[in-house]
């Protein structure tokens, strides 16, 4: 695929966001701002940068608990995800689901789960739907490597390509499932051939180059488009904070992360503007300022803003009666 001056500016700006955005966030945590288990996306950037660049308007994405990065890249404001990181009412999740369960209807983004690999069918399960109502549209359901060994897994790829669900399976393979290597955990290091036992066609794909990774995901969706059924992609990427804001990452030496910090998704896509002449060092200067302003925009939002009421404490958990066959 050739990409031009917009991808590669939406791509920077959609990364950058994130960026500065999880960095406010530490700052914050830090400063017991933010309580809670909380899960920075930093070094994983590409992937939903190159995602939302290749998916169609109503296509669905669920995710597991690292997920502020993918209700920003859907189009959640700041704002909305700053606000439900300090438990605010005007948060995405209306303050009642915090740091692991972003969500928001409007942008087709169904969450943010806190259970390991819990999202897995509920993503084969959005597909379902979609197929069952004849629409055209994909779910991307993106979980960690962790979540792959997880049996649920299974009975989703078996039940997907029995049904030609159209699903698009994203295993996010950052290396560690919380603090434990691939190696120690399965003998299976290439994951995406966990797919091939069920006939799904499954790639493994460069997350840390928003190029590659808008290729393989637009490529997929269109295959499950076509009513071919699900797809499965190993994205190999990295983080470059430990598993929680609680980790401080012992497990890992300083040269495996700077290696992987050459490979920085957020500076060799501004190389590559750089090069290509789509921008100057000024312009980028400019784009950083502006988004800069916005996260530190969205912390004040998010401060002045207020608490849920109680009498919200049970409000989006119980569905109101309007069934005349269901009795008090």
Same mark, same amino acid.
């Given at each position: 695929m050739k990409f031009g001056k917009k991808e590669y500016i939406n791509w920077y700006k959609i990364m950058l966001l994130q960026r500065r955005f999880e960095e406010k966030v530490a700052q914050l945590y830090g400063q017991q701002k933010i309580k809670g288990f909380?899960?920075?996306?930093? =070094?994983?950037?590409?992937?939903?940068?190159?995602?939302?660049?290749?998916?169609?308007? =109503?296509?669905?994405?669920?995710?597991?608990?690292?997920?502020h990065g993918h209700a920003?890249?859907?189009?959640?404001?700041?704002n909305a995800v700053m606000a439900e990181l300090f438990g605010k009412a005007s948060g995405c999740t209306g303050g009642k689901g915090g740091s692991m369960h972003m969500f928001s209807k409007a942008h087709n983004f169904v969450g943010g789960h806190g259970i390991v690999g819990a999202q897995i069918p509920l993503g084969a399960g959005l597909a379902f739907a979609e197929k069952y109502n004849n629409t055209s549209n994909v779910s991307l359901t993106f979980f960690g490597d962790?979540?792959?060994?997880?049996g649920a897994l299974h009975e989703a790829f078996n039940m997907a390509m029995?049904?030609?669900l159209p699903v698009v399976f994203i295993c996010e393979n950052n290396e560690y499932a919380m603090g434990t290597s691939v190696a120690r955990t399965s003998n299976l290091l290439e994951i995406y051939k966990i797919g091939l036992a069920y006939d799904m066609p499954s790639y493994q794909v460069d997350g840390m180059r928003c190029e590659a990774v808008h290729e393989a995901i637009y490529n997929a969706c269109e295959y499950a488009r076509e009513g071919k059924g699900p797809v499965f992609l190993e994205i190999k990427t990295y983080r470059y904070r430990g598993h929680s804001m609680s980790d401080p990452a012992s497990y890992r030496t300083r040269n495996e992360v700077a290696d992987y910090k050459e490979k920085d998704p957020l500076e060799t896509t501004k190389a590559s503007i750089l090069e290509k002449k789509y921008a100057t060092e000024l312009e980028l200067d400019l784009?950083?300022?502006?988004i800069i302003n916005e996260v530190d925009a969205s912390v004040v939002f998010a401060e002045n803003a207020d608490y849920p009421e109680a009498r919200d404490l049970f409000k989006d958990v119980y569905v109101e009666n309007d069934y005349p066959y269901i009795t008090d």
């Open positions: 909380c899960h920075l996306y930093i =070094g994983q950037e590409a992937i939903t940068s190159g995602m939302v660049s290749a998916i169609k308007k =109503g296509d669905k994405v669920i995710t597991a608990y690292r997920d920003l890249s859907m189009g959640v404001s700041a962790g979540a792959a060994r997880q029995l049904w030609k784009i950083e300022e502006g």
